[in-house]
Antibody, heavy 118, light 110 residues
Framework: EVQLVQSGAEVKKPGESLKISCTGS????????IAWVRQMPGKGLEYMGI????????KYTPSFEGQVTISADKSISTAYLQWSSLKASDTAMYYC???????????WGQGAMVAVSS | EIVLAQSPKTLSLSPGERATLSCRAS???????LAWYQQKPGQTPRLLIY???SRATGIPDRFSGSGSGTDFTLTISRLEPEDFAVYYC???????????FGQGSKVEIK
């Protein structure tokens, strides 16, 4: 079965760092782009950026560039999203999803809730 | 950046009725790379349509997508109880840095 499994929910304080993960199975992880999507409480979907695990080519949408870091380790079929200094406004559900060519985001992880509060 | 405007914001319909959702882009979507997703409360988004009109694997044929350029439509021919959800369009034809989602349209039970 093709799936993306994300790490669990996190509760953090402002200023703390965090790295969440997304592990793929059932397909060739290195040959599909992995996108990250944010959904703030009660709001819509926001595209953050994307990585190609095969060569770690990474693109960020302007709103998120410099705010997060996307990385991947193809040897363990895992992509990451990390923050160096969290803010309360980073509180959201974060999804990873795979993409190949024209087929859009066809497989999604279950989401990882990040709550940032003092 | 291509801005996607979805309408209506909320659509109130009864099971069995036809739903028509619109997604209008601020500029032409390259390759008609326009997708539709369904999201139910507390659930992960699910891909319904890609390339403006191709159904994703396992999606019932009551869901159809159409359109090109700047105007796209998702049609649900006969609403089933499980179809009441929020629907998002997304363009992925621009640079990988500038993909965007619409703000969503909610289909609710009348």
């Amino acid at each position: 079965e093709v799936q993306l499994v994300q790490s669990g929910a996190e509760v953090k304080k402002p200023g703390e760092s965090l790295k969440i993960s997304c592990t793929g199975s059932g397909y060739s992880f290195a040959t599909y782009w992995i996108a990250w999507v944010r959904q703030m409480p009660g709001k819509g979907l926001e595209y953050m950026g994307i990585i190609y695990p095969g060569d770690s080519d990474t693109k960020y949408t302007p709103s998120f560039e410099g705010q997060v870091t996307i990385s991947a380790d193809k040897s363990i079929s895992t992509a990451y999203l990390q923050w160096s200094s969290l803010k309360a406004s980073d509180t959201a559900m974060y999804y990873c999803a795979r993409q190949l060519g024209s087929t859009a985001l066809d497989i999604w992880g279950q989401g990882a809730m990040v709550a940032v509060s003092s | 950046e291509i801005v996607l405007a979805q309408s209506p914001k909320t659509l109130s319909l009864s099971p069995g009725e036809r739903a028509t959702l619109s997604c209008r882009a601020s500029q032409s979507v390259s390759g008609n790379y326009l997708a539709w997703y369904q999201q139910k409360p507390g659930q992960t988004p699910r891909l319904l349509i890609y390339g403006a009109s191709s159904r994703a694997t396992g999606i019932p044929d009551r869901f159809s997508g159409s359109g090109s350029g700047t105007d796209f439509t998702l049609t649900i021919s006969r609403l089933e109880p499980e179809d009441f959800a929020v629907y998002y369009c997304q363009q992925y034809g621009s640079s990988l840095r500038t993909w965007t989602f619409g703000q969503g349209s909610k289909v609710e039970i009348k």
